[in-house]
Structures are given as C-alpha cells and as structure tokens.
C-alpha cells in the first residue's frame, strides 16, 4: 500500500496579522482633509510598483512571499486605491463605509458560512429574517410575525441581479408554469422611464424578453417618469401585439435622484394588471427619515422593491434586499428541492432560505447590516439621511451664491446636484441659447477638470451627460462630508475649469 507523506500547512498568523494591522488602521484613520483622494497611477505604473514588492500578475509557479513582503503589497495597495471614506470623494452611489459595518463584514468573513440553510448559519439566518420583516414593515408592507411566517423577502448580490429577480417574479405570476415548460409565445413588455437603471434592460436580455422590449418612457426635466406618457406607451404595447408585464418605478434616480410618483403608477399597474416592481437602489433609504419618506409613497402597494443598504447607509458591498408583497411566491418561482441539501425532516428546516433564492451558497450581508442598525438606531439612520441632504442643500446654496460662476442643470431636492461651471463670456448661464461651439467646449471641458482631479488626487466627482453636456454631480452620501469640504471641492473646480478653458 503507497504511503503518502503527510503535508502540513501552517497558517501564515504572520502574514495575517501584519496585513490586519494596516486594514484596522485605514479603517479607524482614513484620509481625510488634504490627504489625497487617490494617488493615481496609471495601469503601467501600477504594474512596475508593485514588480518591486510582489508582481500583480501569477507566473506559472508562485512561490510564498515573506509576511515582510506581503505587508510591503498591502501598503501598496491602499496607497493606490481610491480613498472611498475620504470626504472629496463624490464619484459614486456609494462612498466611504461604516467602521462598525466594516467589522461585522469582516466577522462574518471569518465564520466563512453559507446563508442557505439554518444548519450552516443558524444565527445569520434569523438576523436576516428580522432584517427583511424590519425593512418591510419601514416600507409599510404586510408583514406577519407569526412563527413560521415567511420573512417578506430576500437578500440578494447587487441591485441588478436584484431586479433580474423581481421580473422573473412577474413572468412567473403572468405564466406560473413556466419553470417547468418554459416561457410561452407572448412577447412581453417592461416599461422603466428613460432615466431609471440600465438593469432593466439587462435583465430583459437574461431573462429573454428581449432589450428591445423595454419600453422607455419619457421623464421630465428632473427625471421622474411622466405618467401620462406611461398611459400611452401600454396603449401603444398591446396595439403592437405586445403583453405589457411589468412596470419598474424608480426611488431616486442614478444621475438627478429623482423619485417617479409610485403612487400614480401604481394606479396605473392595478387598472393594467402589471407588477410594480420599485427600484429604491439609491433613494429607498429616504424611508428612514420622517421629513423625506414621503418622497416613496405608495412603495406599500408594490409587488417588489429593491433596496441598497450599501449606499446610502454606509454598509460595505454588497448589502441589497429584496422585499416581495407575496413571500410565498419565491418557493414556486425559485426552488427546486435539492434533496442534499433542503431535507425536510432535518432540524428547524423550515428555516432554510436557500430553495426561496436563485441562489444556493450565499455570503454573509445580514451580520453588517444587523450590527449598524443596533449600533445607530433609527434615530441614527434618520440623522445620516437628513445630513445628506442638508449637504446637498449647502451644495445648490453655494451655486445660487456663485456670482453665476457656477449653474445648476438639474438642482433636484434630494441628495443630488447636477451642474457645470461657466466660463465668465458665458455668464449668467442659459443652456438653451448656447452657441454650438461653446456647447462643443463645455462638453469636452468636464472630462478634462476630472483628469485633473485624478492626476492631482484632490477630488473625486463623476461626470454625465445630461440635456446633452457633459455636467458634474455632487452625490452626498457620505456622514464625514461637511460644507468645508464642498467649498474646498468648488474651488478646485473653479481653479482647473478656469486653466482647462483657455485650452479647449
């Protein structure tokens, strides 16, 4: 009989705590005031700092590098990363997370389980089924306590995949057989406005109801859907020979944050017969705050609701929760009875969640989540929603106070703002009377203020296009921004826009 040798791996505690003692101390000390945003590198540089460390890319044989070394990579890994926490970082829907979420997402990384089933994750399965009741009761949902009772929802990976799950919902409401024989001949429909998410159409792809099935419907200058044109296109839909499915409203939009009237839609799903899936995403979390919650009525008489706590909450990614007015349909839509793994007769398998979800093996977002609610409270929930807008409202004062300087596009009322800067021959600003030349200039012009941000590491704003030029956005979603650091960020605009402008 062949003996093996016996092979003993330790565990590299050195490397670990080494590059632990860099993660606690980025967490509890990020940068902040003029420590840069990011240290920009191009992907060359990036290559050749760390070819004196430890190469980015594996060779065929990889050898284990000294915790010296691995530690040396860390270093190097925050120094070039972008400073999310810092508070000139505006360049996304996300910003700097929670420490306290921080730590409940590492702690759930180290007890490494699945969310599946009860017998893995006893404790995680139950915090996350008082999430989604809490969630859904905040949402004004029906939400039953009974033991048993399903919790109304699920957590999913991301809000795309999120609304992915939503219109497979729909489809099989519309056809409930369809996960044994397939999908029937109808050509179904989606309608989103022209300003919600592109999951939409992405998810009409996946689920082979085709992109070009996603009815765009127009929205008003602000953004939110236009009601009366949503009329219109299910009119025009079934003229077309097409089965209206579903209609997506969306909580805040990407770009302005504008909230679509749920409420008439809804009027207008219950009259049509359509699902009404809500696409809270971004602005869901105005539902934390008594001054800004209105901004979501009608989200209670919805089929289904996406909602990232990831965003403007503060918890790291991904932490989305889908919410469903009827949990009992995730079952019939999803499951498939994996006798390995969904026994019925093992202990508390009523519990398991796993053959509710498209998902089997899931990570742990719940812990995060859980941690930071009790850490902060309602109250402290609602305080971090209302600072965000009160810095927003700072933001569209500074512009008005601007001498014209600067110029909102959309000024919105919520978290975002949306403007441009004004060269001084083009002040006051009217973007209807703009000259195609200066258009063409300005256009170009915002690309190039954020190449200057970047190389210079001092702030982070993304840019669109919107009324067809490119225009900067403040998204305030980060508890650490404070009206200094907007004053600071516009005169850094103000500062390359003017150096930029005579190049252009």
């Known amino acids: 009989m062949r003996r093996h040798p016996e092979v003993v791996v330790e565990p590299r505690i050195d490397a670990a705590t080494s590059i632990a003692e860099i993660a606690t101390r980025y967490v509890f000390d990020p940068p902040r005031d003029d420590d840069p945003v990011i240290e920009f590198l191009s992907p060359e540089e990036l290559a050749q700092a760390f070819a004196g460390v430890i190469p980015i890319e594996l060779g065929d044989n990889v050898p284990a590098r000294s915790a010296e070394a691995l530690a040396s990579a860390a270093e190097l890994v925050v120094r070039h990363s972008v400073h999310t926490s810092h508070p000139r970082f505006f360049n996304q829907n996300f910003a700097g997370p929670d420490p306290v979420a921080v730590i409940g997402d590492w702690l ?90 592109y999951a939409a159409v992405k998810s009409a792809a996946l689920l082979g109801i085709g992109m070009d099935n996603v009815i765009k419907v127009a929205a008003d200058d602000e953004g939110a859907m236009d009601v009366t044109a949503l009329r219109a296109e299910i009119t025009t839909a079934r003229e077309r020979g097409l089965t209206p499915l579903a209609v997506i409203a969306t909580a805040g939009t990407t770009v302005t944050s504008a909230f679509d009237a749920i409420d008439e839609i809804a009027d207008v799903c219950d009259a049509e017969e359509l699902w009404l899936h809500v696409d809270g995403c971004w602005g869901g979390s105005a539902l934390f705050s008594s001054s800004h919650r209105h901004r979501l009525a009608g989200v209670e008489r919805s089929d289904s609701f996406v909602w990232n706590l990831h965003k403007m909450m503060g918890v790291t990614q991904q932490c989305t929760a889908l919410l469903v007015r009827d949990p009992g349909q995730l079952g019939p839509c999803f499951a498939t009875g994996a006798d390995y793994i969904f026994q019925p007769d093992k202990l508390h398998a009523e519990f398991d969640s796993g053959d509710r979800h498209f998902q089997c093996a899931r990570r742990v977002d719940a812990l995060k989540l859980w941690l930071t609610w009790q850490a902060y409270g309602d109250e402290g929930f609602e305080a971090r929603i209302d600072h965000a807008v009160a810095m927003a409202d700072h933001v569209r004062h500074r512009i008005r106070s601007s001498d014209d300087e600067f110029a909102t596009i959309v000024e919105g009322d919520f978290s975002n703002v949306v403007f441009v800067w004004v060269p001084p021959e083009l002040r006051p600003f009217d973007l209807d009377s703009l000259a195609p030349d200066h258009h063409a200039a300005l256009h170009v012009l915002a690309p190039r203020i954020k190449g200057r941000m970047q190389a210079e590491g001092t702030v982070m704003m993304g840019y669109q296009p919107v009324a067809e030029i490119n225009t900067f956005r403040f998204i305030l979603n980060n508890s650490n921004v404070e009206p200094a650091d907007i004053d600071v960020t516009l005169e850094f605009i103000s500062q390359y826009a003017t150096e930029e402008w005579k190049g252009v």
């Open 108 to 197: 759930g990384a180290a007890l490494n389980t699945t969310n599946a089933t009860f017998e893995a994750a006893p404790v995680f399965t139950l915090m996350e089924s008082a999430l989604l009741r809490k969630l859904g009761r905040v949402a004004g949902y029906p939400v039953s306590d009974e033991p048993g009772s399903l919790p109304p929802g699920l957590f999913a990976p991301g809000g795309s995949s999120a609304t992915l799950y939503a219109l497979q919902l729909a489809r099989h409401r519309h056809q409930p057989d369809i996960v044994r024989v397939g999908a029937s001949a109808d050509r179904l429909a989606i309608f989103v406005s022209d300003a919600g998410h």
